[in-house]
Nanobody, 120 residues
Framework: HVQLVESGGGLVQAGGSLRLSCRFS?????LGWFRQAPGKEREGVAT??????GTHYADFAKDRFTNSRASKNPYLLMPSVTPDDTAIYYC???????????????????WGQGTQVTVS
């Protein structure tokens, strides 16, 4: 069982920046970030899969957010946030296999409890 704990969320003004961190108990091939805004479905933000699985970003995150797992403390850097970025952000871990779809929540086996990001 993989345990994930997010941190770094909070209240920030539009244009500000946040760095979300994900502490994990066991390494898995894929480690990603999802978010869920009130009244909306959970959506993929970014994922990095080792072993040739690549780095993936949602269109809204591409060229804005930076997803890194270069160290034992992976993070999601969110500069210049807007109110549309308000959501609960989750760290998720999964295994890379044929047919893995990085934006599909069903393809991740372990989830953190989430961290609230509010942009005013």
């Amino acid at each position: 069982h993989v345990q994930l704990v997010e941190s770094g969320g909070g209240l920030v003004q539009a244009g500000g920046s946040l760095r979300l961190s994900c502490r994990f108990s066991t390494v898995t091939p894929c480690l990603g970030w999802f978010r869920q805004a009130p009244g909306k479905e959970r959506e993929g933000v970014a994922t990095i899969c080792t072993g040739g699985g690549g780095t993936h970003y949602a269109d809204f995150a591409k060229d804005r957010f930076t997803n890194s797992r270069a160290s034992k403390n992976p993070y999601l850097l969110m500069p210049s946030v807007t109110p549309d970025d308000t959501a609960i952000y989750y760290c998720a871990a999964g295994f890379l296999y044929p047919g893995f779809r990085w934006q599909d929540t069903d393809d991740y086996h372990f989830w953190g409890q989430g961290t609230q990001v509010t942009v005013s």
